[in-house]
């Protein structure tokens, strides 16, 4: 995507346009996300966001405890979160480190899941703090092993001492490696941003180089996908349609852990980007736990009670 | 595409008992009237129950009621007792919040979510500060010994019924005096309930009584020759008649009157949350709210921007069944109110403003109008300088920071404004210039009792809430 019509390329004209965004008033953003959170949702509506939220969900294991069998058993709830229940969705995707994408690509072949895709968390995840050409073959690495989903960081250093210039080139050169074969994801890591001000000026910035979706965080760093900081992106990403005519996804990312907490989000992206973005295509959740509870309350809808949580499978 | 509309969530109304016909709160009692008159919900017409319209020797037998009360009790009472009886009718109010939230939005037609959320918070919210005060009046700054006026008469208006029961009742018993009070016509229901709430306190029969019924039963109260002390809240016609009725009668008054607020949005503010702004500051409450951002002053360069945002979002606007949590708009009040913004919008498509309603269904039975914006709006236009108390928005615009000041000031009334600016030096500037007795800066129609409330010009007398509400509960301190 070109945006010459916005920035010539230059650190200049980037820092210019970043310059002319409006601030954001915590206060009232603050206020916003809570009214929203007040939203009741029930009865068809509730079904329907619980199946929403599982297609959303990026399933998602980032430790170093992670081995190829604990990968598997993760693609396999993807695939069927539910076994006893055919009607469950499979979830959006299965995000993990480079290492074990191939594990997870192959497995998902084997059960049948060609159509979820695999993740990976690249460039030098979660810090981000290690040379362009580690980055470069990091992403690499990933995609040959079948990753189709790239989710990388972005140099939070380099953002908070204002050369957005340098956390522009490497977002736009790891685009390039990610071609046509993988989506890109561009991780903010709003916990360390901070302010409102600089997760919007980051969600352009990202938006600007090249990002498909951009994210809120790694999940390593608390805050994370905090109602206020999703409404600032979810605002983002509805300016830059109007500005452009490119839709650009949201993955929010640590911290929701309730199918409250997804429902919450689900109704943020429904009244701040619209309906449009109601979709796995352009709105993701990562998540572990998650899921889980999605399923429980999933089971409450259909029989009216909940079930022992004996009854959902861990992973 | 989507099917994430969301599925009606309403809240129950089983939590309330409506007794068939209500008489009238006096000396501690509910003594039943001999007239009634029917009290409707507005989101459906239906009909509440009866209330009763007060004569004047109910409103006598209420003022001497409230005067013996104030003689033989509630002065002589030590002020930390009085603060007890506050405090409890706070905690009372509390646990019965629900209750008080569901019955409100049914006489008034005021969604759930602003009185669940609004309205009965700060009303418990009054009583607690006001609890504070009591026994510690001496240090309010107004003389060593400050004394109560004695009979308070309190007259209300319909659009936050409870919450102005709260800012004149918690005040004057805070103070020492005794109150007989009038709910507007439409919405006696929460007050009666207030009634029950002071005889679970314990309250001494006679500091509250309540009379209920038209203006006659106002106008009764506040020539009444035995009333020390007026507080109205309400529109500014009936208020200059008050102010004409009590000139020479030694009545202290206290007037809470329009407004026709300006929202003033500079193109340096933070352009999303000044269009929640925007849409809190007229949409809240239908727009009935006498301190509502009825004037909205956009600085051009921002003009296409700002409005794109605002019809997205007011778009999005839930308008319908009050008693739905999810509701962002209820009802109009009342057959009368609607058609007087019905007829003060025709006046606006006649004097050639440009009006735009997002496209929403309106339910069949009751009274509502769709929330609406003017723009091409200029100063010289009615809708841009009467009160219209509705979902209603007039655009203007501005070129500079000194003609908004300007244009903004250029109003009988002086009651709210806004300030939208990311510049902490433009606000300061421009709440010094502005002639309004409230002024909210990248915020709107923000209450706490901590805070005073009032008006400047044809926008009233005196101040109501923090310290300076104080004084006008008290002899010679409405000067302050």
Redesign the interface.
């Known amino acids: 995507m070109n945006y010459s019509a916005i920035i010539d390329g230059s650190e200049a004209s980037l820092k210019n346009f970043l310059r002319t965004l409006?601030?954001?008033?915590q206060?009232?953003?603050e206020?916003?996300a809570a009214m929203l959170a007040?939203?009741?949702?029930?009865?068809?509506?509730?079904s329907?966001?619980i199946d929403?939220a599982i297609s959303m969900v990026d399933l998602t294991t980032l430790e170093g405890a992670d081995t190829p069998g604990k990968v598997r058993a993760l693609c396999s709830k993807a695939m069927r979160p539910d076994p006893t229940d055919p009607t469950v969705p499979h979830v959006g995707a299965i995000c993990v480190y480079n290492d074990m994408v191939s594990v997870a690509r192959q497995h998902l072949d084997l059960i049948g899941g060609h159509d979820i895709p695999v993740a990976a968390v690249t460039t030098a995840f979660p810090s981000g703090r290690a040379s362009m050409p580690v980055k470069i073959q990091d992403t690499q690495d990933a995609i040959t092993a079948g990753a189709t989903e790239i989710d990388m960081v972005i140099d939070r250093g380099a953002f908070l001492s204002g050369q957005y210039g340098q956390v522009f080139e490497e977002i736009k050169i790891i685009k390039e490696v990610c071609g046509e074969k993988a989506h890109l994801k561009v991780i903010l890591e709003t916990g360390e941003l901070v302010t409102y001000d600089n997760v919007r000026k980051a969600s352009y910035l990202a938006m600007l180089a090249g990002a498909d979706f951009i994210k809120t965080s790694t999940g390593k760093v608390s805050p994370a996908a905090t109602p206020p900081v999703v409404l600032v992106m979810l605002?983002a990403v509805r300016d830059f349609y109007?500005m452009t005519n490119v839709k650009i996804g949201v993955k929010a990312a640590g911290g929701i852990r309730t199918t409250k907490d997804a429902i919450k989000q689900?109704v943020l992206v429904?009244?701040t980007a619209g309906?449009?973005w109601?979709?796995p295509g352009l709105f993701r959740i990562g998540a572990s736990a998650l899921l889980n509870d999605l399923l429980m309350q999933r089971m409450k809808m259909r029989d009216g009670r909940y079930a022992s949580p004996n009854y959902v499978t861990i992973d | 595409?989507?099917?994430?509309?969301?599925?009606?969530?309403p809240e129950s109304r089983a939590v309330v008992s409506i007794d068939p016909a209500y008489g009238l709160f006096i000396n501690g009692k509910f003594l039943p009237g001999k007239s009634h008159f029917p009290t409707i919900n507005p989101a459906t017409g239906e009909k509440l129950s009866k209330i009763t319209q007060s004569t004047t020797a109910d409103v006598n037998k209420a003022v001497a009621a409230a005067r013996g009360a104030y003689v033989k009790t509630w002065s002589k009472m030590p002020p930390a007792e009085r603060a007890k009886y506050l405090y409890r009718i706070a905690r009372i109010l509390q646990e019965r919040a629900r209750e008080f939230a569901v019955l409100e939005t049914l006489d008034n037609g005021k969604p759930i979510?602003e009185s669940r959320?609004v309205d009965v918070p700060l009303v418990a919210a009054h009583f607690f500060y006001h609890a504070g005060w009591a026994d510690k009046l001496q240090y309010a700054g107004f003389g060593e010994a400050p004394k109560a006026h004695g009979v308070v008469g309190a007259i209300i208006p319909w659009n936050f019924p409870l919450l102005m029961l709260a800012w004149k009742v918690a005040p004057a018993l805070a103070t020492g005096n005794t109150v007989v009070l009038k709910p507007a016509e439409t919405t006696s229901l929460t007050a009666l309930l207030f009634a029950q709430v002071c005889q679970q306190a314990e309250l001494p029969a006679g500091v509250v009584n309540i009379v209920t019924g038209d203006g006659k039963v106002g106008a009764a109260l506040v020539n009444h020759p035995g009333v020390d002390k007026i507080a109205f809240t309400g529109s500014t016609d009936v208020g200059k008649i008050i102010a004409r009725s009590v000139a020479h009668s030694g009545k202290s008054v206290t007037l809470e009157l329009g407004g026709k607020g300006a929202n003033i949005v500079f193109e340096?503010?933070?352009?999303?949350?000044?269009v929640?702004?925007i849409v809190n500051g007229i949409f809240f409450n239908q727009g009935h709210v006498c301190c509502a951002g009825s004037r909205l002053l956009l600085q051009e360069g921002i003009h296409d921007e700002v409005l794109?945002k605002l019809k997205r979002r007011m778009s999005?606007l839930r308008l319908g069944d009050p008693m739905d949590?999810?509701t962002d708009i209820g009802a109009i009040n009342s057959a009368e109110q609607l058609a007087k913004i019905t007829s003060l919008a025709q006046v606006g498509v006649s004097e050639g403003g440009e009006s735009w309603s997002p496209d929403c269904a309106l339910p069949v039975n009751g009274f509502w109008f769709k929330p609406t914006i003017f723009t091409g709006v200029t100063q010289a236009h009615r809708i841009a300088r009467e009160e219209i108390f509705g979902p209603v928005l007039s655009v203007l615009t501005f070129r500079t920071p000194q003609e908004a000041m300007e244009k903004a000031n250029n109003t009988p009334f002086g009651l709210s404004a806004g300030i939208w600016s990311?510049k902490g030096s433009r606000v300061l500037w421009a709440s010094k210039h502005l002639q309004a007795g409230v002024i909210w800066a990248?915020?709107f129609n923000k209450f706490d009792p901590t805070s005073p409330f009032g008006g400047y010009k044809e926008s009233g007398w005196g101040r109501e809430g923090g310290r300076h509400g104080l004084g006008a509960y008290l002899k010679g301190g409405d000067h302050e």
């Not at chain 1, 409006?22 to 008033?25: I, K, N, T």
């Not at chain 2, 340096?268 to 000044?274: L, N, T």
Request: charged share 30%; hydrophobic share 30%; proline share 5%.
């Open positions: 409006p601030g954001v008033d206060v009232g953003a206020s916003r007040t939203r009741s949702i029930k009865n068809a509506t509730k329907y966001a929403l605002e109007s689900l429904n009244e309906p449009d109601l979709n | 595409m989507s099917n994430f509309e969301y599925a009606p969530a979510r959320d340096d503010a933070a352009i999303d949350e000044a929640e702004g794109e999005q949590k999810n990311e990248n915020t």
